[in-house]
């Protein structure tokens, strides 16, 4: 669960254990869990730097262990309204933590930092990508959702995201085509049906298949592709003989 309104108190009750001497001058990028290599520390300065000479938002991130500076961040680094800090505690199991300032909010609401810590914060990607590039997409993706505009939703989607939403429009596609089954001997195709059976395959292909793809990415190929997954799964369905479809056989006399 991301830690928002209670991070500074976690801070403070770890800064009572050890005193922290912050660099000084100010760094946009402390490094006390010492996760980065001097280039990934030169990137994220570099990003965060640009990110607040466009949009007036001050990111500011801070890795550490069992030591912590506490409440010593704030003055340090002058957070206010418009201040993001992230946090990587490196012996916790999701090591991200972050504390936004009142007008970070409308931007980017709560969803999307829990999204975020869920994506790149979870143990499968720290044991695969290491706790650096965790980091380093974290603050890419706030970075890309504060120059859009703000987002509910974090930039890009996960291939194992993206292969759920393909089976559902493929599901969404067989219960279509299942639906649009003519109902008579002479009915081919059956409208009433697959519009009797639209809230199903409505919420199946378009509210988790295509949607989750459309508000993450605008990469065309995983657009098509989903909707060529319910098309596909639309005519396969379609296709199958039904019962009630089949030409009748001549019993033998």
């Known amino acids: 669960m991301v830690t928002i ?5 976690l801070l ?10 912050l660099p000084q001058p100010p ?36 890795t550490q262990k069992a030591e912590s500076p506490g409440r010593a961040v704030r003055p340090y680094w002058g957070l206010d309204e418009k201040s ?26 709560r969803v999307f930092w829990q999204e975020l810590q869920g994506r790149y914060g979870n143990q499968f990607y720290i044991q695969e990508h290491g706790r650096a590039q965790s980091l380093i997409e974290t603050v ?28 559902l429009s493929i599901c969404g596609g067989l219960v279509a085509g299942f639906a649009s089954h003519g109902r008579g001997e002479n009915e081919g195709f059956s409208w009433q049906g697959l519009l ?13 298949g295509l949607g989750p793809v459309l508000t993450r990415t605008n990469d065309f190929v995983l657009i098509l592709e989903n909707i ?26």
């Open 27 to 62: 760094v946009p990028v402390v490094d006390l869990g010492e996760q980065l290599s001097a280039k990934q520390k030169a990137l994220l300065t570099g990003e965060i730097a640009n990110l607040q000479k466009d949009s007036g938002f001050k990111v500011r991130v801070l």
């Open 12 to 21: 403070w009750v770890a800064s009572a254990n050890a005193e922290v001497t």
């Open 228 to 253: 060529g997954g319910f098309l596909a799964g639309g005519l396969f369905a379609y296709l199958i003989p039904s019962p009630k479809r089949d030409t009748p056989g001549t019993n033998p006399s």
């Open 84 to 109: 993001i800090l992230v946090v990587v505690n490196v012996y916790e199991n999701n090591p991200l933590d972050f504390n936004i300032g009142s007008d970070v909010r409308p931007k980017l609401p």
């Open 196 to 208: 009797i059976s639209s809230p199903l395959w409505f919420i199946l292909f378009v509210a988790f």
């Open 5 to 9: 309104t209670l991070l500074w108190s």
């Open 140 to 167: 890419k993706a706030i970075d890309i959702s504060i120059r859009q505009g703000g987002r509910a939703s974090v930039p890009g989607i996960p291939a194992e995201h993206w292969a759920f939403t393909f089976v």
